[in-house]
């Protein structure tokens, strides 16, 4: 009977796995294997412990039956955390930089296909066989580069960029599109995602364009869609204004959304004017306000709306650091989770609560009150926290250390703050056995385990000694990042400390450390930009992964130039102009067109950059070899300007003898004529080996 039983109970096991996407525990290279004898491609989701995005992917979407019975048929399906084992590696191979991501893989590990972001599972069907059905990106770059695209094709060129995360070439197209698109065009459905992708703002030209012809719009794409894009202006606003202290004036827009929301039809009406109420609150720095708007209206938001409301009330009360609304704010936290539905949402939520009562306590050490060390992990799980387990008994050393230190509003402080805190008698229950398996074989000892139950620190002498400091010890082997990363997780957003986060990520090579720099970006006003204090933003380490930190420098370089000095901006715009002109000789798909390098040298000679005319020299170089210039002639001329052993001589020898190998003997005589002209015996040196010369 009970072998019946457990046949029944795998075939149960069986048909569950396969009633939702069966990732397996694979390796890439196993994975590989198993996709060449299955003859199927690969469908690797990129993710991380901390990404709420993924969660919600893996809750919500891939256990559903449909995506099941898609990706199962379809992929070898296998999931992969992008900070342990093979997963940094993989990410830097396949260029993943943001998470949820989703890679198409063949057997032989070739890039298929990439999707970037969480979606619905119909979205997410879609953008695979939109993905897989295309051209690829380095195909359709061709065309449109040639000029080869008529509108429908480049709409399609757009789509697949967006869905692939390349953001800043999808913008180029896609403004490059719309700018190509007449009045009728723009009210074709064919062209609706572009249009919606543009209308973000409520003021923006391309919102009142959908307004404008709303009826019409209704009727093409349904009264749903263009209802949901109506909405998505104002929420996107909206929360901007709660979650970060934006500069006073941003708040003077509040009255004006609000009759835009009271004089039109806008879905979600209440829930959006409840929002202004919270942005006013924002914008007066009204903790007491905020608080008593968010706890008289948990029935008029939605999920999606609660995520970012209770978000932006933790970063706006921990910048106040006051106990009574931080307990307030625990209190209407741990009310608000019964009100919630999404499961990711819900588990946000409660950290929020948790947290927040936890830091709100009376002073000194708060212990949590849990039956089991396994409640403690998983609470720990919950919260992405490190636990601070005190082995204590009853003798005079307990007392002591309970009364002198733990009693102390500084080290409550701090342990609150930083840990999950957890007594643990070893002379009673499990005490003993637990103690044995964390090697404690003396009381008075702390061990500082990880979310998963593994000790990652112990301290003994507890009374010997800067016990914050040693406490801080925990996070040392990241070089502090541990502990910022936990300041970071707590809400913590000022524009100095997020320097000294950024700074701390950079040394290690974090994968967060583009997030965290387009996020620092977005903290700062005008006046702080322009700032010496934040001057690391803008050097190519950073400002190459977001257009908008390198544009904003260019934009803005004669008021860099007064706070910083004329030497110092030049220096990194010549860099950063370096480093985007040597691209394209190095990288056979960089993206940069022969007007990209036309504005370039504009740029240069309007600016009056220092070094201009090697500047120049290099841009008129690579200006040729983009277009596929092979005469030597040529090149000796653009390089007029540019010092013998800075002209990029091997790089150009290398590509353009690829393109026409008979025109070795000329480059073969220039080469002998810059080796004449150098002075660095190095140089020279170097210039002879590669030209074989004696």
Not at 532 to 548: A, K, N, T, V
Request: charged share 30%; with cysteine; glycine share 6%.
């Amino acid at each position: 009977m009970k072998k019946l039983l457990l046949v029944f109970v795998g075939l149960l096991c069986s048909v569950v796995i396969f009633a939702q996407t069966n990732f397996q525990e694979l390796s890439l290279e196993k994975a590989r294997e198993q996709a060449k004898t299955e003859n199927k491609p690969i469908f690797l989701d990129c993710y991380t412990s901390w990404c709420g995005p993924c969660k919600m992917m893996a809750n919500n979407v891939f256990t559903l039956e449909a995506a099941g019975d898609y990706f199962n048929k379809n992929f070898v399906c296998v999931k992969i955390n992008m900070e342990k084992g093979e997963g940094p590696a993989i990410g830097k191979q396949y260029g993943v930089d943001a998470y949820p991501t989703f890679l198409i893989i063949n057997a032989d590990g070739k890039l298929m296909h990439k999707l970037v972001g969480a979606m619905s599972l119909e979205e997410l069907i879609e953008n695979v066989e939109c993905g897989l059905k295309a051209s690829s990106i380095a195909e359709y770059e061709t065309l449109y580069q040639s000029g080869k695209l008529d509108k429908t094709e480049q709409m399609a060129y757009w789509k697949l960029l967006s869905i692939s995360g390349e953001v800043v070439k999808a913008q180029t197209v896609g403004d490059d599109l719309w700018g190509k698109l007449s009045e009728k065009d723009k009210l074709n459905p064919t062209y609706w995602t572009l249009l919606r992708s543009r209308a973000t703002t409520i003021e923006g030209e391309e919102m009142k364009f959908v307004c404008a012809n709303r009826e019409y719009f209704e009727k093409e794409v349904g009264k749903e869609e263009v209802g949901k894009l109506i909405y998505n202006s104002f929420i996107t606003e909206l929360n901007m204004m709660i979650v970060y202290q934006l500069p006073a004036k941003k708040y003077e827009k509040v009255p004006v959304i609000k009759d835009l929301l009271k004089n039109n039809d806008v879905p979600r009406k209440e829930a959006l004017l409840k929002i202004t109420e919270l942005a006013e609150a924002r914008g007066n720095y009204d903790e007491r306000a905020y608080l008593d708007i968010l706890d008289a209206n948990l029935d008029v938001w939605d999920d999606s709306e609660k995520r970012t409301i209770f978000e932006a009330a933790k970063l706006f009360i921990s910048l106040a650091n006051g106990k009574e609304h931080t307990r307030m704010l625990g209190d209407i936290a741990l009310r608000a989770q019964e009100t919630v539905k999404d499961e990711v949402v819900k588990e946000g939520i409660i950290k929020i609560g948790l947290t927040s009562r936890r830091v709100s306590g009376k002073d000194g050490v708060y212990w949590e009150d849990l039956a089991s060390l396994k409640e403690v992990v998983e609470r720990a799980f919950l919260e992405g926290r490190y636990i601070f387990l005190y082995f204590h008994n009853d003798g005079q050393t307990s007392k002591l250390i309970n009364e002198k230190l733990f009693s102390s509003k500084e080290v409550g402080d701090y342990l609150n703050k930083f840990f999950i805190n957890y007594k643990i008698h070893v002379g009673e229950g499990d005490g003993a056995r637990i103690a044995r398996k964390y090697g404690v074989i003396v009381p008075n000892v702390v061990v500082m385990i990880d979310k998963y139950g593994d000790v990652r620190h112990r301290v003994s002498n507890l009374m010997q000694g800067d016990f914050i400091e040693r406490m801080s010890e925990t996070f040392d082997d990241n070089k502090a990042v541990g502990e910022l990363e936990t300041r970071y997780a707590m809400g913590e957003r000022s524009p100095e400390f997020m320097v000294k986060y950024l700074m701390a990520l950079a040394k290690i090579s974090s994968p967060r450390t583009s997030l965290v720099a387009v996020e620092l970006f977005a903290l700062l006003d005008d006046e702080q930009r322009v700032s010496p204090e934040f001057w690391m933003l803008y050097h190519p380490q950073f400002s190459m992964i977001s257009s908008d930190m390198k544009n904003y420098l260019f934009s803005n370089i004669q008021e860099f130039r007064e706070k910083s000095g004329v030497e110092k901006v030049d220096e990194l715009v010549a860099y950063q102009i370096n480093s985007d002109l040597n691209q394209v000789l190095y990288n056979a798909k960089a993206r940069t067109t022969a007007e990209d390098i036309d504005r370039t040298i504009q740029f240069i000679k309007q600016n009056k950059l220092q070094n201009s005319g090697q500047l120049i020299g290099l841009a008129n170089v690579v200006k040729l070899f983009k277009n596929k210039v092979c005469s030597v002639k040529e090149y000796k001329k653009a390089s007029k300007g540019m010092k013998p052993e800075e002209i990029p001589f091997a790089d150009l020898y290398a590509n353009v003898l690829a393109m026409e190998p008979g025109r070795t003997e000329e480059w073969n005589a220039w080469g002998k004529e810059i080796v004449d002209s150098l002075t660095d015996p190095k140089y020279i040196q170097w210039y002879k080996q590669f030209l074989n010369l004696k």
